[in-house]
């Protein structure tokens, strides 16, 4: 039972707010960490030289941008399977700051890919491809969700949307990945960096925990302005 | 000092990328708070 | 339960029958549709062959699209739809049998005449068989996924561009292997990896996307 008491938004409401002032501090931490190691310890790439130090940003965005879907995906079967309005705002919270790191990866990769691979764009890369489809998919939760004025509907139609992309992300990796390898058009591997060094790994992860935190507290404050909006 | 910011010539990319992360993520934060005070009043 | 597919079916047909010009125009928007890619790009023959499979593609899927909107509207407006929620037939199965006549109306057309704009882009006479394989096994897959995204947006202003940018990411992977079918036949190394598996899509978006619809339409109905 003590499950469903922080099911309200009411009762919610005020742990949201400490939950976000504690993962705000923790996010300054971990990326102060975080680039720290990533500017001043992890030594200059061999192949890369500098540029390689975009990583410290990509790669957490990107695996960012995977886990708030999926967490995002998780709360909208909640709502739907337990008819509790706070999951479902969860997703709505979610969504933006899934897209904004979504951008994020995608943005930081072509500026990485410029001076690594000579392009900014590689159509025949399975995760490149996935990762825009990705985007693509956030931008239509969230402009379904725009379009639906009842809250309750807007809600559950978005579940259902993140559910069914939830399954067609893999499926999409992998059919990008088939059809890059049997067109041997692209011979570009995006694991560029291929032997981490111990100092490469820790400052990227520290970014990628760096990046949850943030992730976690921008969507506890959305979520109360969610809460407060809707006079729940 | 300037070989820190000069990356080595990839200038260009590694602050791109740093600068717009830094502006795309403090707008959020900017924008998530000009909501919260218009929903208090 | 099959006589209630039946039912559905032939009563889609007998409305669509009614309303000929709908089902002509998704036809004729395919038509078209291909027929301005040379007009854009050129007419050399040799790329043309190389995008026919692509372009095809392309424009079956934005047909599909198209056609999306007439699979619950006309219901939803005058009534039948909510006779359908309330009614006795599972949902699912409802929703199935609206598909499959959708597919029937929308999809089929674009199989049989497949291979003329095949013949326009000067595609090898070889690859009609696999384009039009790789398209009948992969549009019902549109049909069904759209399915959802059209149940999704019901009664929404903005709707038909809604559903667009809704359903267009989900649909990327049939493109992605029905296009690539024919293109790996033209390469000569057969297409039968592709359309085995648009044929599992088939098979698990059949079993699933009515489901889901029926799911989404509930949603929308209240």
């Known amino acids: 039972m003590r499950w469903f008491w922080y099911a309200s938004p009411q009762t919610f409401f005020p742990v949201a707010g400490s939950i976000a002032r504690w993962s705000a501090i923790a996010a300054a931490l971990l990326a102060a960490a975080g680039l720290y190691v990533g500017f001043f310890v992890a030594p200059t790439d061999a192949q890369q030289g500098e540029a390689y130090r975009i990583i410290f940003i990509h790669v957490p965005a990107a695996w960012m941008s995977m886990l708030i879907y999926v967490v995002m995906a998780l709360w909208a079967a909640a709502g739907l399977a337990l008819n509790t309005r706070l999951s479902g705002m969860m997703a709505s919270a979610l969504a933006p700051t899934g897209a904004l790191f979504t951008f994020i990866a995608l943005w930081t990769g072509a500026l990485w890919g410029r001076p690594t691979w000579g392009t900014y764009w590689e159509w025949g890369d399975a995760r490149l491809m996935s990762e825009l489809l990705l985007l693509f998919l956030y931008f239509g939760f969230m402009a379904l969700q725009a379009a639906i004025d009842d809250p309750r509907r807007a809600d559950r139609a978005g579940a259902v949307l993140a559910l069914v992309g939830v399954v067609n992300i893999p499926i999409i990796y992998f059919s990008v990945q088939w059809w890059n390898t049997l067109h041997q058009g692209a011979s570009v591997s995006l694991t560029a960096a291929p032997k981490m060094a111990q100092t490469m790994l820790a400052g990227m992860l520290l970014m990628t925990f760096a990046f949850w935190a943030y992730a976690i507290a921008v969507s506890m404050l959305r979520v109360r302005c969610i809460i407060r909006e809707r006079g729940a | 000092m300037s070989e820190f910011f000069a990356m080595g010539e990839y200038a260009w990319y590694v602050w791109g990328s740093y600068g717009v992360t830094f502006v795309l993520l403090a707008l959020e934060v900017v924008l998530l708070r000009k909501r919260s005070h218009e929903t208090k009043a | ?222």
């Open chain 3, 1 to 222: 339960m099959l006589a209630i597919v039946r039912c559905m079916v032939c009563r889609e047909l007998l409305l669509a029958a009614r309303r000929r010009g709908d089902v002509a125009t998704i036809l004729l928007f395919f038509v078209v549709v291909t027929s301005l890619f040379p007009l854009g790009i050129g007419a050399e023959p040799n790329r043309l062959r190389e995008i026919a499979p692509g372009v095809i593609w392309v424009a079956a899927l934005l047909s599909s699209l198209l056609s999306l909107k007439r699979l619950f509207e006309n219901d939803h407006a005058d009534g039948t739809l909510e006779q359908m929620l309330l009614g006795a037939a599972p949902l699912g199965v409802v929703v199935a049998a609206k598909t499959a006549a959708h597919w029937l109306l929308a999809g089929l057309p674009l199989v049989a005449i497949s291979p003329l704009i095949a013949l326009q882009y000067g595609l090898a006479p070889a690859l009609y068989g696999v384009l039009a394989l790789s398209l009948a096994l992969g549009t019902p897959v549109l049909s069904l996924i759209g399915a959802i995204g059209a149940a999704l947006t019901l009664g929404l202003r903005g709707g038909g561009v809604l559903l667009a940018l809704l359903v267009l990411p989900l649909y990327v992977p049939v493109l992605i292997l029905g296009a690539g079918a024919v293109e790996m036949a033209s390469a000569g190394a057969g297409g039968e990896g592709q359309l085995l598996l648009l044929g599992a899509m088939l098979a698990v978006a059949a079993v699933f996307a009515p489901w889901a619809g029926a799911a989404a339409l509930r949603i929308s109905s209240e």
